[in-house]
């Protein structure tokens, strides 16, 4: 038999000592009604795909607990300390709050880990997470953001959830030469350049005819669902809001995007794809959903309305005029009336809007975001951003949490600006300068 010295005993049984702890801190667990009974705080910690309502598995419950916020374990190495602290405080956690997890075994512990460092000492389990399923809460167009897994079991030919209702086909959408998409992309993708869909001097959408000669070119009906991802997500949001102009009735986006494939290590390909057969005819008459997309004047028509909004889906620096965000764009400002919708450090960052992985963050995050600039669901509510990109991302969380009226102003700050004698704004102000 092997022998182990004095200090070494010592040291196993501390270790022991000290996963037996942890053991029976997460072993503590609180039913839904308990925690609310304490006016505590759920907190699901699987990847957002489920918490939005894509089930683990074929007729599985969908969705989260109520009120629930999504903190997923595969979030935390991507979180600094200064991050973790900032989300705790935006979502009023503190020590004292009581906490429940749920979510798998390892998933809960490691989140526990960090809500501890954190400081955080009320942390349990959720006993009867996801037993009640007429309780749960889901985007109600969850399935307009698909997962890794799901797009791969879909491909392999397996049963999934919300499945498209007839022929499908898979594109990666960027700007310019493919040149990222010839080293690797999704099996069986075709390839999308945005500049098919958009063109100088504004970077506006195409004409109609050229639309719907894109469309055909790729084998794309009315009735085909059309699935999306870019490295960028919002190129293929913008891909995504002018074929749903169009009229293609079924458009979907890989949640996160390319980056969120390749951290699934799932297969890809290299180089061109097989040569896509022409669709005939698109099946109905373009655009079959003119409303998605607002010009100049009928956006000028949302503003200063309690009724409707006018959201500029710019950065902080750009909608008080610090800076135009782009170097082809000179004048620096906002649409005077417009209200601020939010969107990241830059005219090239979305992180108002992203989870750690770059997924879509909490709807509740959103709308919240939201009505404290008075845009809420119940209105008219177009987007704007530069030219199109960032506002056609919006539009596409938006519709996934089900806002019934929402369009992009397709001309954006860059058409605005071009008339001197639309109104402008610069400098500080609020929401309240709107109404």
Known sequence: MKRVSHLTALALLAGLSASCAAAADMAASLTLQQLQQQNGIAIDTRPSAFYNGWPQ???????????????????????????????????????????????????????????????????STLSDALSAPDRLQKLPHFEQLIYPQWLHDLQQGKPVTAAPAGQWKVFEAGWGAPKRYLLSHIPGAGYIDTNDVESEPLWNKVSDKKLKALLA?????????????????????????????????????????WKTWAAADLPVERGLPDASAPAPDFGAPIPGQPQLMLSTEQARGLLHRRDASLVSIRSWPEFIGTTSGYSYIKPKG???????????????????????????????DIAAMWKAWHITPDQQVSFYCGTGWRAAETFMYARAMGWEHVSVYDGGWYEWSQNTQNPVSRGERGPDSTL
């Open 217 to 257: 070119k790729n084998g794309i009906r009315h009735d085909t669902t059309v699935i999306l991802y870019g490295g960028d997500v919002y190129a293929a949001a913008r891909v995504a809001q002018i074929m749903l102009y169009a009229g293609v009735k079924d458009v979907r986006l890989l949640d996160g995007g």
């Open 57 to 123: 598995a074929l007729n599985g419950p969908q969705g989260h607990e109520p009120a629930a916020l999504n903190l997923s374990a595969s979030w935390l190495s991507a979180m600094s300390d200064a991050q973790f602290a900032a989300w705790l405080c935006q979502h009023r956690l503190a020590d004292g709050t009581p906490v429940a997890l749920y979510g798998s075994a390892s998933e809960n512990a490691a989140v526990a880990a960090r809500l501890k460092s954190a400081g955080l000492t009320r942390v």
């Open 334 to 364: 906002d649409i005077a009336g417009a209200r601020w919708g939010h969107a990241g450090s830059d005219s090239t960052h979305m992180e108002d809007f992203h989870n750690p992985d770059g997924t879509m963050r909490s709807a509740d």
